[in-house]
């Protein structure tokens, strides 16, 4: 009898890959969405007309609301859960909008409560992020490992980074505090930014947007910035590789490759000569005065970015799962480019 997989979030940008993978493997799936008329969940509909109702089921199921997964995870052998609210932006407000608060930190918790009522759940695979891990006290040039842990508090921290840190510690804290070993099975991933094909045109202002800004920018220059990524389709992979990989436990960083801002610009440069790139890198003074004057940056952002390529130690996945990082981050950034482009140019084929 084929296993079934609920997948939370699974209209989102990762969401859609992973039940993508999970159909692709022979699995039955229950993908859950908070809006069933969004444009993801038209194209998990779609993908339930081809594969079956029977092997694919869309659901609506906010985990905001409690006991709202109770109904999609009754019949589940496990559970992927890549619900989140990943809008970004640095904020003065002391207060962490409520929205992240209850996606992210009060969904979790729920889910939780969902999952210790659940019967039938032999394991749990759970999408934290990079933003759980990077931390303020350390140096620049740290060796980030599973240990380490997003330690800025609330008045100072990035609402999405501070959300996605205090719920993955809830969940932790509450498996490692519960005795009676009836929870399934836990394992956590932290990926840092996605890139790669999408499924919605809502899905560019995940990390897709940094790729998106580029592009419309037109301008000569950019910051001296670097990003860690990981091609959204490796990470539904691995996630689903996971469920039955019996040398996975605890806790993943899942950093993908590094490369800078200027790096990315050259390379849709070489492929996509229609846009115009940057060619060099700015003084990081004069970055601190461009956002100063509300270019998308903020000095809190660039306080704890600028100019730092984060080390990480991702020997743990590499040693638990055969060659992780299988697609070439040129290729990942091509066809993030051509995903673009067909939404802004209907008629040009994306590589979905």
Same mark, same amino acid.
């Given at each position: 009898?084929?296993?079934?997989?609920?997948?939370?979030?699974?209209?989102?940008?990762?969401?859609?890959?992973?039940?993508?993978?999970?159909?692709?493997?022979?699995?039955?799936?229950?993908? !859950?969405?908070?809006?069933?008329?969004?444009?993801?969940? @038209?194209?998990? +509909?779609? *993908?339930?007309?081809?594969?079956? #109702? /029977? $092997?694919?089921?869309?659901?609506?199921?906010?985990?905001?609301?409690?006991?709202?997964?109770?109904?999609?995870?009754?019949d589940?052998?496990?559970?992927?859960a890549?619900?989140?609210?990943?809008?970004?932006?640095?904020?003065?407000?002391?207060?962490?909008?409520?929205?992240?608060?209850?996606?992210?930190?009060?969904?979790?918790?729920?889910?939780?409560?969902?999952?210790?009522r659940?019967?039938?759940?032999?394991?749990?695979?759970?999408?934290?992020?990079?933003?759980?891990?990077?931390?303020?006290?350390?140096?620049d040039?740290?060796?980030?490992?599973?240990?380490?842990?997003?330690?800025?508090?609330?008045? !100072?921290?990035?609402?999405?980074?501070?959300s996605?840190? @205090?719920?993955? +510690?809830? *969940?932790?804290?509450?498996?490692? #505090? /519960? $005795?009676?070993?009836?929870?399934?099975?836990?394992?956590?991933?932290?990926?840092?930014?996605?890139?790669?094909?999408?499924?919605?045109?809502?899905?560019?202002?995940?990390?897709?947007?940094?790729?998106?800004?580029?592009?419309?920018?037109?301008?000569?220059g950019?910051?001296?910035?670097?990003?860690?990524?990981?091609?959204?389709?490796?990470?539904?992979?691995?996630?689903?590789?996971?469920?039955h990989?019996?040398?996975?436990?605890g806790?993943?960083?899942l950093?993908?490759?590094?490369?800078?801002?200027?790096?990315?610009a050259?390379?849709?440069?070489?492929?996509?000569?229609?846009?115009?790139?940057?060619?060099r890198?700015?003084?990081?003074?004069?970055?601190?005065?461009?956002a100063?004057?509300?270019t998308g940056?903020?000095?809190?952002?660039?306080?704890?970015?600028?100019?730092?390529?984060?080390?990480?130690?991702?020997?743990?996945?590499?040693?638990?799962f055969?060659?992780?990082?299988?697609?070439?981050?040129?290729?990942?950034?091509?066809?993030?480019?051509?995903?673009?482009?067909?939404?802004?140019?209907?008629?040009?084929?994306?590589?979905?």
């Amino acid at each position: 009898m084929r296993e079934t997989v609920c997948v939370t979030g699974a209209s989102g940008y990762l969401g859609t890959h992973v039940v993508a993978e999970l159909l692709s493997q022979g699995y039955r799936v229950r993908a !859950s969405v908070r809006d069933i008329a969004s444009e993801g969940a @038209q194209h998990l +509909q779609q *993908l339930a007309q081809v594969h079956g #109702a /029977d $092997t694919l089921k869309v659901m609506c199921a906010d985990f905001t609301v409690p006991k709202s997964l109770d109904t999609v995870l009754a019949d589940s052998d496990f559970l992927i859960a890549c619900a989140a609210t990943t809008a970004l932006g640095f904020t003065s407000d002391v207060d962490v909008p409520q929205t992240h608060q209850d996606a992210n930190i009060i969904g979790t918790d729920n889910m939780l409560q969902s999952i210790k009522r659940s019967t039938g759940l032999k394991k749990v695979i759970y999408s934290s992020s990079m933003a759980a891990v990077f931390r303020s006290d350390v140096a620049d040039d740290h060796l980030y490992d599973e240990s380490d842990w997003n330690n800025d508090i609330k008045t !100072s921290s990035e609402p999405y980074f501070y959300s996605k840190t @205090q719920a993955e +510690q809830l *969940l932790k804290t509450q498996y490692d #505090a /519960d $005795t009676s070993d009836a929870l399934p099975t836990l394992v956590r991933f932290n990926p840092s930014v996605l890139m790669g094909p999408f499924n919605a045109k809502a899905h560019q202002d995940s990390s897709i947007s940094i790729l998106r800004n580029l592009l419309d920018a037109r301008a000569s220059g950019c910051p001296r910035l670097y990003y860690s990524i990981a091609d959204v389709r490796d990470v539904a992979r691995i996630y689903v590789e996971a469920l039955h990989n019996p040398a996975v436990e605890g806790r993943y960083l899942l950093p993908g490759k590094s490369i800078s801002l200027l790096g990315i610009a050259a390379v849709v440069a070489q492929h996509f000569p229609e846009y115009k790139m940057p060619n060099r890198e700015l003084k990081d003074a004069m970055v601190y005065a461009l956002a100063a004057h509300n270019t998308g940056l903020t000095t809190a952002y660039l306080d704890k970015f600028l100019g730092i390529e984060h080390r990480f130690d991702d020997s743990k996945l590499k040693r638990d799962f055969c060659d992780p990082y299988r697609i070439d981050l040129t290729q990942t950034i091509i066809d993030s480019v051509t995903a673009i482009r067909a939404v802004a140019q209907p008629g040009i084929k994306s590589a979905v």
